[in-house]
């Protein structure tokens, strides 16, 4: 195939089984970039991005992810993945679900287009209607209204992952 992004679009997969080496802070901007300049309904781009590489407060929103999940100690709900990109949507946006889950797949692309793998992993809403996370976006100097909508989780892959074909009869035409 001959068109890049057509290729990426195909053959990118998530990865549940990350490697614990840093991703090179070039590459991370380079991914939050990409989803910075995801469609969003009227240009509004009423989302915003959350890195997070430090340990201490990825192990601390892993935790309450956990929680949240419902699995037992000791289980990683981000398989790994050392770096974790969270995306929130402005809710006064009315169209912030779907701004935030195009910002979530351009950036899942561009890691993919980068040689890292990703993840989109659920429950930001819950953690961030939390005091726990409404107390992280404070400290974080994020104000106003904002939903979780995921967490691209970030990293090298440990294991490579098969094209699985699509399945038929998901297409109509007239």
């Known amino acids: ?24 802070k070039d590459t991370l901007n380079e991914i939050i970039e990409a989803g910075l300049y995801a469609a ?23 935790e309450m992810n956990r929680k ?3 699995w037992d100690e000791g289980f990683d709900p981000f398989y790994g993945a050392p770096a974790m990109l969270i ?3 402005d809710k006064s946006v009315p169209t912030y679900i779907y701004d935030g889950s195009l910002v979530m797949g351009n ?6 287009s980068l040689d ?5 992993i659920h429950r930001a809403k819950q953690e961030f209607e939390s005091e ?14 904002f939903e979780g909508i995921g967490h691209c989780a970030i990293g090298y892959p440990a294991e490579e992952k098969e094209i699985i074909p699509r399945k038929e009869n998901r297409v109509f035409y007239k």
């Open 116 to 120: 890292m793998g990703s993840c989109w």
């Open 68 to 70: 949240i999940g419902g």
């Open 40 to 62: 969003s309904g009227r240009n509004k781009q009423g989302t915003v991005i959350v890195s997070v590489t430090d340990k201490k407060l990825r192990d601390k929103i892993m």
């Open 87 to 89: 995306v929130l949507g």
């Open 1 to 24: 195939m001959s068109n890049e992004v057509l290729k990426a679009m195909k053959e990118r997969r998530s990865i549940r089984n990350f490697k614990p080496d840093a991703v090179p």
């Open 107 to 112: 950036l899942m692309l561009a890691a993919h």
């Open 132 to 145: 726990d996370g409404k107390a992280i976006l404070k400290e974080l100097g994020i104000e106003g209204d």
